[in-house]
T-cell receptor
Framework: EPEVTQTPSHQVTQMGQEVILRCVPI?????FYWYRQILGQKVEFLVS????????KSEIFDDQFSVERPDGSNFTLKIRSTKLEDSAMYFC?????????????FGPGTRLTVL | AQRVTQPEKLLSVFKGAPVELKCNYS??????LFWYVQYSRQRLQLLLR??SRESIKGFTADLNKGETSFHLKKPFAQEEDSAMYYC????????????FGKGTMLLVSP
C-alpha cells in the first residue's frame, strides 16, 4: 500500500540555521499539506499546496517558512532561520482531492530539535 | 474560526469495558468530522469519518449537530485499541485543512 514518506526522521539544528524537511507524497495525490505538533500540544495546520502553489496557510506559516515541489515527487518545507520554538514534530500529508471528505494520508513525521 | 475540543487527555479502561471518547466542536457551518488514530510508533491514520456512517474496528461516531459533538464509541474495548485518538474538523467552505483536537490517550488494560 502506498505511503507518504518523510526524511529525515530526526533533525537537530542550531538556532538561526536553515532546515529543509522532505516529503514524498503518494504518487497520484494532488493536494499536499504540512502540519506540526509541538510536544504536548495539538497537531496544527501550517500550509496546503495544490497545482504548484499555496492554497491555504495558517498564521503560523510566516515569512520564515516556504514550501516547494522541486521535482514532481518531493514536497519540501523550508524554515529559513530556525527558532527554539520551531522545535516540533512536522507531519506531511497528501490527499487525492482537496474538497469533500477526501482522506489525508500522513507521513511518519520529522522531529525537529532546535538548540 | 473553528475549534475542536477533546476534554480528556487520558482515558483508562479495562478490556471489555465500553469506551466513549468525547469530541466537541465549534463551527458556524456544516463541518466534516473525522477521527484519526495514532498507535504507538506509527503514523496518524484515519479511523472514520462522519460522512461514511461506518463502523471501523468496532468504533462508531455520530455527528450531533445540536450538541456540536462527535463522540467516538466502542461497546467493548480491546487492548489493541490503546492509542492516541484525535478528533478533527474540516470546514464546509471549500477549504481542505484539518483542525485537530488535542487528542485523548486511550489505555486499555487486561
Amino acid at each position: 500500500e502506498p505511503e507518504v514518506t518523510q526524511t529525515p526522521s530526526h533533525q537537530v539544528t542550531q538556532m538561526g540555521q536553515e532546515v529543509i524537511l522532505r516529503c514524498v507524497p503518494i504518487s497520484n495525490h494532488l493536494y499536499f499539506y504540512w502540519y506540526r505538533q509541538i510536544l504536548g500540544q495539538k497537531v496544527e495546520f501550517l500550509v496546503s499546496f495544490y497545482n504548484n502553489e499555496i492554497s491555504e496557510k495558517s498564521e503560523i506559516f510566516d515569512d520564515q517558512f516556504s514550501v516547494e515541489r522541486p521535482d514532481g515527487s518531493n514536497f519540501t518545507l523550508k524554515i529559513r532561520s530556525t527558532k527554539l520554538e520551531d522545535s516540533a514534530m512536522y507531519f506531511c500529508a497528501s490527499s487525492e482531492r482537496g474538497l469533500g471528505a477526501s482522506e489525508q494520508f500522513f507521513g511518519p513525521g520529522t522531529r525537529l530539535t532546535v538548540l | 474560526a473553528q475549534r475542536v475540543t477533546q476534554p480528556e487527555k487520558l482515558l483508562s479502561v479495562f478490556k471489555g469495558a465500553p469506551v466513549e471518547l468525547k469530541c466537541n466542536y465549534s463551527y458556524s457551518g456544516s463541518p466534516e468530522l473525522f477521527w484519526y488514530v495514532q498507535y504507538s510508533r506509527q503514523r496518524l491514520q484515519l479511523l472514520l469519518r462522519h460522512i461514511s456512517r461506518e463502523s471501523i474496528k468496532g468504533f462508531t461516531a455520530d455527528l450531533n449537530k445540536g450538541e456540536t459533538s462527535f463522540h467516538l464509541k466502542k461497546p467493548f474495548a480491546q487492548e489493541e485499541d490503546s492509542a492516541m485518538y484525535y478528533c478533527a474538523l474540516k470546514p464546509d467552505s471549500g477549504y481542505s485543512t484539518l483542525t485537530f483536537g488535542k487528542g485523548t490517550m486511550l489505555l486499555v488494560s487486561p
